[in-house]
């Protein structure tokens, strides 16, 4: 007993015993937090605490290790002399764990709030696929470089010049990326004020209104939108120049998506019989199309051009992917109802009259 006495007393064999002991209680604190506060979490109806005993498990093991060690070198003889690096050591590990833990708090419920919000925007929510993710790992970083500024502040470097570096260098940095983070911030301003949504159907006027865009957006990226073009092609637009662009967002006017069909007539023709012939091919369309919402069509005189009278008929669709459907439907009747009528659909003509000097 005596021999054994002096063995436990040896500072190597305290050392380890104190370290060992610390595994220990790191194992059975993992044990107690997988059997007994896992169970707990579970029950609730929130997934917020198990995402943050899923993060926190890790730093919470490492840090009762950590503890063990500290504490093993404290008790140690012969380690007297080297109490002030192994205090410095100790703080240096405890500004890691809170910076870790912290970091890891944040992601967590950053990522529950992310599912939470794929949850209610349906799995289109560019919050929850693009910022969010992103967010957490620029505030992750933030925080890691805090604490590192803590560390060095600790030790006696001089943090002052390392910071005013750092700004320039952000400066430069934020020049270099002047147009990427314009698109981002556009991209920003698409989450929150939500102009357009992921599979909305918008109509998108280019330079003075010289081309005109169509598409559903298939997804907002935080540098591009993602446009799908009706006939399939996928568009690529920067988030700046759309913010900068006039749209009309189309499905933001409800389920039912309004469109017109043009119609130019002879000027010999009735404007009012015209009407009765567009009004009665258009109901008839509308009737027998599933795709048409059963509404009385508008059906009325636009302009007078200079070959012909325009007339304008506007129907409505049950979507903007069944509008094409019905608009071709309605093309075909009108023009068999001008036909059958003897309505003339001019052609493009200029009438020149010489005159005697």
């Known amino acids: 007993m005596a021999d054994l006495a002096q063995i436990l007393a040896m500072p190597v064999v305290s050392f380890f015993a104190v370290v060992l002991a610390g595994l220990v209680s790191s194992k059975v604190g993992m044990f107690l937090i997988d059997k007994v506060v896992r169970k707990l979490t579970e029950k609730t109806k929130t997934t917020l605490d198990d995402r943050l005993l899923e993060a926190l498990s890790g730093p919470i093991q490492l840090g009762i290790v950590a503890i063990s060690v500290y504490v093993a070198l404290r008790v140690t003889e012969g380690v007297s002399a ?12 405890l500004v890691f764990f809170v910076t870790w833990m912290l970091s890891r708090t944040v992601g967590a419920f950053i990522g529950w709030y992310a599912d939470k919000m794929e949850e209610r925007e349906g799995g289109k929510a560019f919050l929850s696929k693009q910022i969010l993710p992103f967010s957490s790992k620029a505030i992750s970083i933030l925080i890691f470089l805090a604490g590192i500024i ?58 003075q209104g010289a081309t005109q ?10 540098r591009n939108t993602k446009l799908r073009m009706l006939n399939g092609s996928l568009i690529l637009i920067p988030n700046a120049k759309l913010a900068q ?31 009765r012939i567009l009004k009665a091919a258009a109901a008839k369309t509308i009737e027998g199309s599933p795709d048409a919402v059963k509404r009385e069509p508008i059906v009325q005189i636009a302009d007078f051009k200079d070959f012909s009278i325009s007339f304008k008929v506007i129907f409505f669709a049950k979507s903007y992917k069944t509008r094409g459907q019905v608009r071709n439907a309605l093309m075909f009747s009108v023009f068999k109802a001008l036909k059958d009528n003897g309505i003339e659909i001019p052609l493009p003509t200029r009438v020149i009259i010489n005159r005697p000097a």
């Open 245 to 275: 662009s006039t749209f009309t967002n189309r499905s933001l006017e409800g389920e039912e998506f309004a469109d017109s069909v043009d119609v130019g007539v002879s000027y010999s023709s009735d404007p009012e019989k015209v009407l």
């Open 213 to 222: 865009l169509e598409g559903v957006v298939a997804e907002i990226g935080w």
């Open 82 to 93: 080297y109490t002030e690096y192994v205090n410095k050591a100790g703080y240096i590990a």
């Open 150 to 207: 803590v560390m060095l502040s600790y030790l006696g470097v001089e943090i002052a010049p390392l910071i005013g570096s750092l700004g320039i260098a952000g400066l430069a940095v934020a020049l270099a990326l002047q147009e990427t983070l314009s698109n981002f911030f556009a991209g920003l301003y698409f989450l929150f004020d939500k102009p357009l949504r992921v599979g909305d159907f918008i109509t998108l006027s280019e330079a």
